[in-house]
Each structure stands twice: as structure tokens, then as C-alpha cells.
């Protein structure tokens, strides 16, 4: 299908002989933001990471079946090639301490190399805080370092970083758990206007927020894909007893 | 705000709704004083059925704007009182079916006596309506109030139609199939009214969270 | 009651008074090394017992210059040999937690360590001095960085430990192969860390006699070869001391004098990079 970003066929992941993911069968399409949530340890972190093969960094780490980014096998790749069009964001927020504002946007391009014109630079660094509505409150200060900013902000700059290098989805991990109410509402109306431009895949243990943010939500539940629909329906009339019972708090 | 936006989309689908079942009123009470069979079953066939799809479509909204983003304190009684306003709404529509099909009963038969009182009586209800709707678009406590008030007049309105027309009936037998769809009118007007007291009572509510219903203010008819 | 809190009180401040005199105390010898140092050796420092070269007996107006210069070049050979060996292996260490060679690797740096630096200096005279037959600054070079490395691996192991692993994970999901991240992202971050245990490993070494005796061996010229002994300060202070000259001997105080201040000077330079660089995670 043309509309569809991202595709996992019968996808299963190890650590060792501990099988954490179980034939995982997921279809992302495009322009939407898919939230992943369950409750801890179910696999949906190691899910994302396998989206970008950061999984493999850790030692004992093994998968069997399919990933497919716009119809590209992801293992038939170079692992630093599939993570260039795969943008990631963290939990804590991770804005590199030695660079600039600027320096951070482009930190993809700079730290591999990719040479650009100054002024290619510059729309870039403007294009990609302004789409992660950080522009006006840092235009006049990029040069100072990113670890100036608050919590919030530097979320925001990580965001710009992961959009600046134009990728086909962006992956966030948590990415508001370690910030407060207010930054957490500000990123959440981000997302609305983000999906525009690029497709999301958001992992979170917060129920509320996978309610009020995404289009699509998956269930994961002990290494399974316990369900996947609209969020509306998955809300008001999950189809998977165990969703249900996620979902009113029986445990998780 | 998500929320905010989809709280105002569920306010603007309410605001169209009552104004639905204000037309399907007014559309019924012309068909019965003009004598427009075309406007009478339009208000069956068409209007009905668009009224009862509003209402399914405006529970709906509610129930997934209460499960995704779990309104509070005002936004919560909004969203609350609108499901329950819809479902009134609908039982307006409802008694404006009636109205027009008895007024289709009437159509060509020859009329009992002038029509005054039900006009009359019509003019109130459709105002109270519309101040029931125009209370909820402004959010004023004060004039839902006033519907609530008003209630009275109507009934009484109500009473008057249905002594007048008894004494027809029990002088004149071959009145009484008329008469009683014309009962039937008026009951169904007084139904309308006692439907947007209540809206108003769940404005009222909305915006002040106080709770009027069932509840009579001192030195008025029981 | 009142007996025994009053009791307790006073133990207190007994306690706390002791600690303090027992501190005082420790810093003492300090305090009287710099004094006396400063006491007998400021009389002869002047621009020419800088700038001059040592003159015989007899002669007036004789110096350290070459000296000082000497262990400028010995400084700047040892960091030459030591910083990227002494970087490079506390990266390995840093990067690999666990497993045989690295456990073997740390149990070196530790021997290493605690290796008498004049076996360090026999060492040096067996690898560099008898292939050459002569005494060099470079033998004098290779013997300093032997033991300038323990303090650099161990404070660059130590860095980059400290540096969170969810920075690298920034810069390997951008899609930068594991050497530009360790290279462009992690060291810049540690930089502080290890210019302070450079900096440190110098100021130990600065005042290192016994390794030279067997390599740098001493110059009474100024000397820029490498290949040719060269004169230390600590060199210097021992051959001024050892004499019978009284003035010389006052030399011998001067010269410990400039050393004092060398090695001082590093440690507070490095305290102040690692407080000005420092960057918090």
C-alpha cells in the first residue's frame, strides 16, 4: 500500500533466550501519530528499538521476522544508514553539552559529515525549531549552549535535532515522563501539528495521554500485540478483554 | 487545546440540533394553519429521521470526548448535560411529529371552531424553545431561569384549550374526533415546553452546577 | 539528667576539637616545607639565575635556565607518548566494562602504579640509553610518560564513565558509526576530566629525580636535543645539593624554589580547568 510508513511481519525479539517480543503484526500508515502503550516491561521500548536497530547494541540481543520502512527491509541494511531516516527522541532529554542550539539541530549532519552550505544550514536550523515550536523562544540565542534551556525546551530541541534530518518516522520513547504538566501539554499540542509533516510512533505508560494525543493505538501486553485499532474505539469499546481490563486499571 | 476544540464541536452540533427541532416546530404549526400538506410530511419523512441521526451522532461525540481527554469541573458538566440535552431535543422532535401528523388528520376536514389559543399556545412554546437554546449559547443562567418560570403559562394556556374544547365535545359528538387531535396539538406543545424547562434547568446547571429540578420556588402552583 | 547531657556535650566538642587540631595538624609539614623552601631559596632567584646557564665554581651569576628549559622538553616528550596511549586505553576500559582483557588492562595500570620510578628509570636505560649508547632526553622522556600513564588511563577511564549512556544513544540513532561518537561527542564531553588528569600526571612527574639519573642524566648546556642528555630541575637541585659549595647549596634551594612553584601551579591550573570546563549532565 502506498500509505503505509512502517510494516512488521511476525517481528519477535530476544534478549538471550528471554523472548520479549511475540510475533508482533503492525501496520503504521502515514501522517498519523500510533501510540504504543502497556503496562511496564511489555516490550513496547524494545518494539521501537528494533524499528531503528538500536536494540542490537545490546550484547544477546536477537530478532526473527520482518520490519519494513516504506517498503525497504530494514535488516537489509546498514544499521547507521536505516537510523539516519529514523529519528528518535528520548526520555530524558539528551541535547549534546558541548554544541550550540544551532550545532544541535544539524548535530546530524554535522557528526557524519554531510556538508552543506552555510545558508542551507541556517533554513534548516529555522525549519526545524520553528516545526518544533522552539524558533521564537530561541532565535536570538543560538549560539548559547543547549543545556541552558529547560526541561521542556530541551525536549523540544531534541525534537528539532530528530526533524532535521527528514525522516520517513519518528520514534519517541516516554518522551514526556521526565517533564512537568505544563511542558508535557505544550509537547502534546505539538504532536497534532508534527503528524502533518512526518509520521509518529510514540511510546507511553501514561493511558490519558495515548487517549488525548494519538489517532492509532496498539496494545502491547507481555511481549504480545494484544490489539491495534482507532483510538476512539479502542477507548470507548476495546474488543480484547485484557485491554479493557488495562484500560480500567486492573493492573499495569 | 484538543479538548477545548472538540468541546466547542460538540457545542456547535447541540446549537444545530435545537435549531433542527425549532424548525420542525414551526414548519408543523404553519402545515397546520396554512394547510400545507407538503411542509407536513416533509417534517416525517425528512426532518425525523436527520433528527434522530443528530442524536446518536452527538451521545457518540460525548462519549469519546469523556474518554479521551476526561473533562473537569465546567467542561465536564458541558459535555454531561449536552448528552442529556440531546436526548431532550429529540423528544422535541418527536412531539413536533406528532403535532404534524395530526395536523395531516386535519387537514381537509372542517375546522371545530377559529384557531386562536393554539397559536397562541404554539408562539410561547417555540419562544421558550428558543430561549432554552439562546440560554445555552451564552452560557445565561438568567434567562434560562426564565423559561423555567414561564412553564406556567403554558400549562395554563393548555387547561383553557382543553376545557373549551370539552364543552364542544359534549355538545356536539361528531366534534369529537377533531377535537381530540386538536387535545392531542396542545398536549404535545405542553410536552415541548416541559422539554426545554428541562434543557434550561440543565444550563442552569451547567453553568452554575447548582441544581434547580424538582425543586419549586416559593408561591408558585404546585 | 542534667549530668549526663552536660557529659555528652562536652564530649562532642572534644571530638570535634580534636578533628580539628589532627587536620591542622596534618597540613603542618606542608606549610613548613613551603616556608622554609621559600625562606632559604627566594634570595637567589633573580632574571639572571632564570635565564643563565650554570657556571663553575668561583663564577658569579650562574643559573638554571637549562635546567627549567630541560624540563619543559621532558614534559612535552612524556605527554607526547603518554596522552594518546594513556587516552586510548582508558577509552577501551571505559567502553568495556567487563571481560578478561580489560580486567587484565586495569590490573596492569595498578602494578604500574605502584612501580618504584627508579626500576622505571633502569627500564628506560635498558630500552632506550644502551641501543644508543648515549644518555637522551628521549630515554628521559620515555621513563616520564611510563609513569604518566596510570594517572591518565585511570582519570580518562574514570571521565567518560561518568558521562550518561543515553548521550551516546543521542548520537547513534542519528545514525553516527560508533568511532565519530566516541571521537566528536563523548571526549568533547569529557575534556575537563582529562585535561585535569593530564595536567595532574604532569605535576606529578615534574618533580621526578631517580628515572633521570639513568636517562636524561643532566646538561650543564642548553641542549634542544633529544638525542642528547639534557639538564632537569630536579636534576639540577640534586648535583647543587650533593656539592660542597655553600653557595650552590643556596642554589639548590632556589632551584627547589621554581620547582615548588612549577608543580604548583599545575595543580591549581588544573583544579581550575576542571571547575571552568566542567559540564553537568
Known sequence: MENTVLKVENFSAYFGDNKILKEINLTVTKNIVAALMGPSGCGKTTLIRCINRMHELIPGAKVSGEIYLNDHDIYGMEPIVLRRMVGMVFQKPNPFPTMSIYENVIAGYKLNGIRRPKDEFDGIVEQSLKKAALWSEVKDVLHRKGTFLSGGQQQRLCIARALAMNPEILLLDEPTSALDPKSTSQIEELFVELKQNVTMLLVTHNIAQAARVSDFTAFIYLGELVEFGPTEKMFTVPKDKRTEEYLTGKFG | MLEQEKITELKKELIAFGTLAETMIAKSIRGLLKKEKATLREIIEEREPEANAFEIKIEELCVSVIAQYQPMAKELRTVLMIFKMASDIERIGDHAVNIAESALFLMDKQPVKPLIDIPRMADETTKSVDDAIMAFINEDALQAKNVCERDDIIDGLQVQIFRELTTFMTSDPTTIERALHLIRIASNLERIADLATNISEDVIFMVEGRVIKHHREEGSNP | ?281
Request: proline share 5%; charged share 10%; glycine share 8%.
Open chain 3, 1 to 281: 539528667m542534667q549530668g549526663h547531657i552536660r557529659i555528652r556535650l562536652v564530649k562532642d566538642t572534644a571530638f570535634k576539637g580534636l578533628i580539628c587540631v589532627l587536620a591542622f595538624a596534618s597540613l603542618l609539614p606542608l606549610f613548613l616545607i613551603l616556608y622554609y623552601i621559600t625562606k632559604s631559596g627566594i634570595s637567589v632567584i633573580n632574571w639572571g639565575f632564570l635565564l643563565n646557564l650554570p657556571r663553575p665554581i668561583g663564577e658569579t651569576g650562574g643559573g638554571i635556565s637549562s635546567a627549567i628549559v630541560g624540563t619543559i622538553m621532558l614534559i612535552v616528550l612524556s605527554g607526547i607518548i603518554s596522552v594518546p596511549f594513556g587516552i586510548a586505553t582508558g577509552i577501551y576500559l571505559s567502553e568495556n566494562k567487563e571481560g578478561k582483557l580489560s580486567n587484565t588492562v586495569r590490573l596492569c595500570v595498578i602494578v604500574l602504579q605502584g612501580t618504584p620510578s627508579i626500576v622505571i628509570g633502569i627500564i628506560a636505560y635498558v630500552w632506550v640509553v644502551a641501543p644508543l649508547r648515549t644518555f637522551s632526553a628521549l630515554s628521559g622522556g620515555v621513563a616520564l610518560s611510563i609513569m604518566m600513564l596510570p594517572v591518565i588511563i585511570k582519570t580518562t577511564e574514570e571521565t567518560l564513565k561518568l558521562i550518561p549512556y543515553h548521550l551516546k544513544e543521542a548520537s547513534l540513532a542519528l545514525g553516527v558509526p560508533y568511532y565519530k561518537t566516541i571521537l566528536k561527542v563523548i571526549l568533547p564531553s569529557g575534556l575537563s576530566g582529562i585535561t585535569t588528569g593530564i595536567l595532574l600526571s604532569i605535576a606529578r612527574i615534574t618533580g621526578e629525580t631517580a628515572p633521570l639519573l639513568f636517562t636524561a642524566f643532566g646538561n650543564q648546556f642548553m641542549n634542544i636535543n633529544i638525542f642528547k642528555p639534557i639538564d632537569s630541575l630536579p636534576y639540577r637541585i640534586f648535583y647543587y645539593a650533593m656539592s660542597p659549595y655553600p653557595e650552590w647549596h643556596t642554589f639548590a634551594w632556589g632551584a627547589s624554589f621554581i620547582l615548588v612553584v612549577f608543580t604548583l601551579a599545575f595543580n591549581l591550573i588544573a583544579r581550575g580547568i576542571s571547575a571552568k570546563w566542567k559540564i553537568q549532565f
